[in-house]
């Protein structure tokens, strides 16, 4: 009860604009050609298994995990392979692609079988088949998470906190068969005894349906969290969910996880995928994206094979409104999304938001002086004073950026965004974290 | 499709407030005190309010012409401080010293040490204490209006002995004399709730300020009545509003905010009970204005999950 007031009361009071969420899914026509990269997850790239000419179809491999923290990379269309070559990616890493050139039928591969699972180890073979990562935006692989044996509490993440972005409203409110098939999988063969969704208050009527889908279901509960971004990271969702901290440190001398305190957090569309998997054999090759924003013509979600170009994808939504001048181009949602320079990079297993602005909505105001107002610390949802680090930074005050616990810094953005001064503050916290890491590795001061 | 796109770091879109909306919200929260002395003290409150803010606004945009700086006239602090100095003036004020004042405040509290949100104390306190200093007769020669009754009609509530024969509402409306500002009690009141309802500065100083004077007059003083009048007259309550919650010289933590608040009351109260000067509300700013750093440093919040990794490192070195 009183951490929920205190999350009420911490983070941004960003507006609630989710035009999208009334409107069903549509599926998008199959682009000509889809580029897909080796990395859509954090750890090591897959290794590519195809070569040019190959023929592939929906479900095929084309990328085998390169190593444990990896994830297989599967083709999203049925076609041929035109190309293997480097890309840049949207966030400036380089790796590697498959660019295939479809043929329009979407044909099946037959390797795709529903997986057989009779214990945790299978299951999590499965996931891993899957190629499942932490579909909300951070692309942790979800085998990884699943594999910790502390774990108590399954936390279901349904808070899209982002403004604009309704992509997991969506999913629970027209796949709650398969996250519920998913959540009961996890926790019986995980031997997890509670299940917590947490889907923040903006969404009625997704709290009411798994409500009544989850009533006769033990162990698992549908709570109702503050709408007050950002509630759907993941230290703060433990908090509000079970009222525990996630430590600074863990055990093992690392930053603090959701599982050293027995939690592990699985998006809502991440276990609606595993749900589908279980049923169909089909991989996550599909993603639903909500493309919206001022610039854009016709704001909808739409379900499109992953590695389809931003420019298809806006071209599937009636491309840029007449009249208006594009922008800015946002991958996520406008809080913690990337600005991309071009329309022609791929849709990634994580991106959940593709947001066109018009040059209007891009502007940004200019910073003038701190007055100390002390907002960006109401706003930081993690308890840190970032005007203070800015000034232990600007110092290069290593004592005080430690003793002020800079390395929590989860770059929300709910300091820039309650800048009265429009100071780029959570950059200048991005700066400080940076600059102390690479300082606590030379061995601190 | 997309020539020239903007690239920048998220987020990518901002809260609505910014410096001048904060700043105007305090100008808006101060009309009703500006309104309340044109009533009681007429005309020439306005005329001094006005030449005041004036005459801040001038030297705000002097200083930054004549130093090549960019002009902030524009965030409308200057306008804040200007009302502010104003409204801790007598109306008989001449309006040469309320220009000394507006000198002081700007230019040697505020823009010699770098302007806004680097002043150490607040603008229009330092004018107010400096034209006391230099000026003490000018500054003391309060006005009575003429609707004030008896017992008030030759000296402010606070120089009043036996402050039980107060009449509560006469002290509540600002019927007696003072300073232009801090007379109408009413008029703060609907000032400080519109700050607050507007999110524009937290209830936290002006509360514990308040508070901690009430507690200690009702126990120095053993009567409550008493107690009641004090928080109501003198500089209290507009200090407590309108000087003590000035972002830049007072804390950003709601623990320092809280230290900030029980030592200005503290102050002010020891200077009123114990002490032989007036002015005991802002010395008390004063004090904890330059206190400020030390509350931010003793009230650094917790941050999430900090505490447990303290207690399990303990737990490794065991």
Redesign the interface.
């Known amino acids: 009860m009183f951490k929920s007031l205190k999350r009420s009361a911490k983070g941004?009071?960003?507006?609630h604009t989710k035009a999208t969420a009334g409107q069903p899914t549509n599926k998008m026509p199959v682009p000509e050609h889809v580029v897909i990269p080796m990395s859509m997850h954090i750890g090591a790239p897959a290794e590519p298994v195809v070569k040019k000419g190959d023929t592939v179809m929906v479900g095929t491999v084309i990328g085998k995990a390169g190593g444990f923290v990896s994830a297989n990379i599967y083709s999203s269309v049925s076609g041929t392979v035109q190309d293997i070559a480097p890309l840049r990616m949207v966030n400036g890493a380089m790796t590697t692609a498959v660019a295939i050139k479809t043929d329009g039928a979407q044909t099946v591969d037959p390797a795709c079988v529903p997986p057989v699972v009779t214990d945790k180890a299978s299951l999590l073979a499965a996931v891993q088949a899957c190629g499942l990562v932490g579909v909300g935006g951070a692309g942790f692989p979800t085998h990884v998470k699943l594999a910790a044996n502390t774990i108590d509490t399954l936390l279901i993440n349904a808070a899209e906190c982002e403004?604009y972005l309704t992509t997991d409203c969506r999913e629970m409110l027209e796949c709650s068969d398969t996250i519920i098939s998913g959540i009961t999988a996890v926790m019986k063969y995980c031997e997890i005894p509670h299940c917590i969704i947490g889907i923040e208050r903006n969404k009625p009527e997704c709290i009411d349906l798994l409500t009544s889908l989850t009533r006769e279901m033990k162990g698992v509960e549908v709570k109702g969290l503050p709408m007050r971004y950002p509630q759907g990271a993941e230290?703060?969702l433990v908090?509000t969910c079970t009222g525990r901290?996630?430590?600074?440190?863990?055990?093992s001398g690392k930053p603090?996880l959701p599982a050293d305190v027995g939690c592990v957090i699985m998006n809502v569309t991440s276990v609606s995928t595993l749900g589908k998997f279980l049923k169909t054999g089909i991989p996550l090759v599909t993603k639903r994206v909500t493309v919206e924003g001022d610039a854009i013509a016709r704001p909808q979600n739409i379900e499109v094979p992953i590695g389809t170009l931003y420019?298809d994808v806006?071209d599937a939504c009636g491309?840029?409104k007449e009249g208006v001048e594009?922008?800015?181009?946002?991958f996520g949602g406008?809080?913690?999304?990337?600005?991309?320079?071009?329309?022609d990079f791929p849709v990634l297993k994580q991106n959940n938001g593709l947001?066109l602005?018009s040059?209007k909505a891009?502007?940004?105001?200019e910073p003038?002086?701190?007055?100390?107002?002390?907002?960006c610390?109401e706003a930081c949802?993690?308890?840190?004073?970032p005007?203070?680090i800015a000034q232990d930074f600007s110092n290069k005050d290593f004592a005080a950026l430690k003793a002020?616990?800079v390395d929590?810094c989860v770059a929300c953005?709910s300091c820039?965004?309650?800048?009265?001064?429009?100071r780029?503050v959570?950059?200048t916290m991005?700066l400080a974290k940076g600059w102390y890491m690479a300082e606590l590795r030379k061995g601190g001061k | 499709?997309?020539d020239r796109?903007?690239?920048?770091?998220?987020?990518?879109?901002?809260?609505t407030?910014?410096?001048r909306?904060?700043m105007g919200n305090v100008v808006i929260a101060l009309l009703p005190a500006v309104l309340a002395a044109g009533l009681i003290f007429g005309v020439q409150a306005l005329v001094l309010v006005a030449v005041t803010t004036l005459a801040c606004v001038a030297f705000e945009y002097i200083y930054e012409k004549l130093l090549k700086k960019p002009n902030?006239v524009g965030?409308l602090?200057a306008v804040v401080t200007g009302i502010i100095l104003a409204l801790n003036m007598p109306v008989s004020m001449p309006l040469w010293i309320a220009v000394v004042g507006a000198f002081i405040a700007i230019v040697i509290t505020k823009q010699l040490f770098g302007?806004?949100?680097?002043n150490f104390a607040n603008p229009a306190l330092v004018g107010r204490i400096v034209l006391f200093l230099g000026f003490t007769s000018r500054m003391t020669a309060y006005v009575y209006p003429d609707m004030a009754v008896d017992a008030l009609a030759s000296a402010t509530p606070l120089a009043v002995a036996d402050k039980t024969t107060l009449p509560l509402l006469d002290v509540f409306l600002g019927f007696h004399g003072g300073m232009m500002g801090e007379v109408c009690v009413l008029a703060i009141l609907l000032g400080f709730a519109y700050l607050v309802a507007t999110r524009t500065i937290q209830a936290t100083i002006p509360v514990t300020i308040v508070a901690t004077v009430f507690v200690l007059t009702a126990l120095n003083t053993g009567s409550a009545y008493t107690a009641l009048i004090e928080c109501m007259s003198g500089g209290l309550l507009f200090g407590a509003v309108f000087m003590a919650t000035d972002?830049?010289t007072s804390?950003?933590?709601t623990k320092g905010k809280l230290f900030y608040g029980v030592f200005i009351g503290l102050i002010t109260f020891l200077i009123r009970h114990f002490g032989s000067m007036n002015e005991g509300m802002s010395y008390a700013i004063l004090l904890g204005n330059l206190m400020t750093p030390w509350f931010?440093a003793w009230g650094?919040?917790?941050?999430?999950?900090?505490?447990?990794?303290k207690k399990?490192?303990k737990g490794?070195a065991e």
């Open positions: 941004a009071a960003v507006p403004p230290k703060t908090e901290e996630v430590p600074q440190v863990g055990p603090g420019r806006i491309g840029v594009l922008g800015k181009i946002i406008p809080m913690m999304g990337g600005a991309a320079p071009s329309a947001l602005f040059k891009a502007a940004l105001p003038s002086a701190c007055i100390r107002c002390g907002r610390i949802p993690m308890g840190l004073e005007v203070v002020r616990c929590l953005g820039t965004y309650a800048c009265p001064a429009k780029p959570s950059q991005g | 499709m997309e796109l903007i690239v920048t770091a998220s987020p990518h879109i901002r809260d407030s910014t410096t909306g904060l902030t965030d602090s302007g806004l949100g680097y972002y830049v804390p950003f933590t931010n650094h919040q917790t941050p999430l999950g900090y505490k447990k990794a399990a490192k490794g």
